[in-house]
């Protein structure tokens, strides 16, 4: 007990300095004002602000943007548009180019289309640098190899032109086994920058090999994943648009509807400026959805899902080429704030730096019952390229009811089409110089139906004609009416 009265002092003593220490010593800073006498200060939460467009630049510049910033929590779709455009490459030097050109040599190209054909490509050998690769290719029944890969030299240039002189047309349509042979001396000469690229020729329908449009699409997507592109010049009138088309979209290549002999010569140096200038290639653009986000559909490119993923494959770019994707969503939101809809990658590699390159970018938009904030967050330049899809989803139909005979049907899909675009542009105030075009088309394209029977060489040209344009609008911005 004796010890109990120093102890009560000290601890007095330690009680009384704390309380001191308590009165003396100011706040420690908040940041935050201090309130005014009688009043309570209340903390005020920020607005969610949405993340609705995105860009990353590069050799390959990537720009998203959804089609609403604002969601209503009863709003189900919506939609994000996603480019990548290359950059303006003059004056810089270029991969080396490994071709094959696969020619159809059966009975239907005798005459006038073999040879117009052959100077073709005789020309596109003419443009080709010392230290490219080529390779000659040609098939009816079967395939043949009329000149082995090889490096083009001053000597070997004139071998290349004496090989497809001696090409001659008889026999059936063999497309597969031409691709396969085509691809196969692309491996004898690839090398690690070179750019490989398989054009093919052909003016009939498969009847030799594999026939199937699915077989002949899945052909073209294999060799494409291991970086071989394929482009299809489709000549004449008698040819499967369709079955070219789809193999050019699963083989990362151009599509050409060449009618006649200048259309051809037009189509191979077309495809040889933009060899000439390959920027980027394996290129792939993977969308990861967000949690309460899923998939309609995807335009403009064949696409792969996988859980929550979606691959597009977009292959090869030159310089200032664009290529346009948009995919429609289904988004359910039951509150109230932001709602992450898609993280966009963007992996290619510079042909140039031979490198890896991989850009990335991320959209969301806001729930909200603000009618106000609904009305301000639409992105008129994504619902003008939703509205253009649409056309040229219509016009595809169109053609193949005019095609097959349903002319009135034709007619009829075209003319509400017209309507819903008229709708679209009312209710969001869509450009009328954007959509001038596309209605004058579809006004000529009416005429056509009307005056021209279907089975006519006029019909079926107007038919090729409005397929390849609209695939083309499907697929660029850079494309229009």
Do not use: C
Request: aromatic fraction near 6%; glycine fraction near 6%; hydrophobic fraction near 40%.
């Amino acid at each position: 007990m004796k010890y109990l009265g120093p102890v009560f002092i000290v601890v007095a003593l330690l009680l009384s300095a704390a309380v001191f220490y308590k009165l003396t010593t100011p706040p420690a800073p908040t940041g935050l004002p201090f309130p005014e006498e009688g009043h309570v200060q209340a903390l005020v939460t920020p607005p969610v602000v949405p993340s609705a467009n995105a860009a990353a630049s590069g050799t390959l510049r990537l720009d998203a943007a959804l089609s609403h910033s604002y969601l209503a929590r009863s709003q189900n779709h919506v939609f994000a548009s996603i480019d990548v455009t290359a950059g303006d490459v003059r004056g810089t030097d270029r991969a080396a180019v490994n071709v094959a050109l696969v020619i159809d040599r059966s009975g239907s190209m005798i005459g006038r289309p073999i040879e117009d054909a052959k100077l073709a490509a005789q020309d596109f050998v003419n443009r080709l640098r010392n230290g490219d690769s080529v390779s000659i290719v040609s098939f009816s029944d079967h395939a043949r190899v009329d000149f082995p890969a090889q490096k083009v030299t001053a000597e070997s240039r004139q071998e290349i032109h004496r090989a497809i002189q001696r090409i001659h047309a008889n026999g059936g349509t063999n497309i597969s086994d031409g691709f396969e042979r085509g691809v196969g001396e692309l491996r004898r000469t690839h090398e690690e920058r070179s750019i490989d690229r398989i054009i093919l020729l052909t003016d009939g329908h498969p009847n030799y090999g594999k026939t199937a449009t699915r077989d002949l699409v899945e052909l073209a997507r294999e060799h494409q994943r291991m970086g071989v592109a394929m482009t299809a010049i489709g000549f004449g009138l008698n040819y499967n648009e369709d079955l070219m088309a789809s193999m050019a979209d699963a083989g990362g290549g151009n599509y050409y509807f060449a009618r006649d002999q200048q259309a051809v010569a037009t189509a191979f140096a077309t495809e040889f400026q933009q060899l000439n200038s390959i920027v980027a290639r394996r290129t792939m653009v993977r969308v990861e959805l967000g949690d309460q986000v899923q998939v309609v559909d995807v335009y403009g490119y064949p696409f792969e899902r996988e859980g929550r993923f979606v691959e597009i494959p977009l292959s090869e770019f030159y310089g200032g080429q664009n290529k346009s994707i948009l995919i429609k969503l289904n988004a359910r939101a039951s509150a109230p704030g932001s709602l992450p809809i898609v993280d966009v990658r963007l992996r290619y590699e510079e042909t140039m730096q031979e490198r890896e390159v991989s850009q990335s970018v991320s959209l969301a938009a806001v729930v909200t019952d603000d009618s106000k904030l609904l009305e301000q967050g639409l992105n008129t330049q994504v619902l003008t390229r939703v509205e253009e899809i649409e056309i040229a989803k219509s016009m595809e139909v169109a053609m193949t009811q005019y095609q097959s005979g349903k002319a009135e049907e034709a007619e009829r899909t075209i003319r509400e089409q017209k309507k819903r675009t008229a709708s679209a542009r009312k209710i969001y105030n869509l450009p009328e110089a954007k959509f001038q075009a596309a209605s004058a088309s579809m006004d000529e394209t009416i005429t056509t139906i009307r005056l021209v029977p279907a089975n006519t060489p006029a019909a079926r040209g107007a038919v090729m004609e409005n397929k390849a344009q609209s695939r083309s609008v499907r697929q660029s911005r850079q494309s229009g009416w």
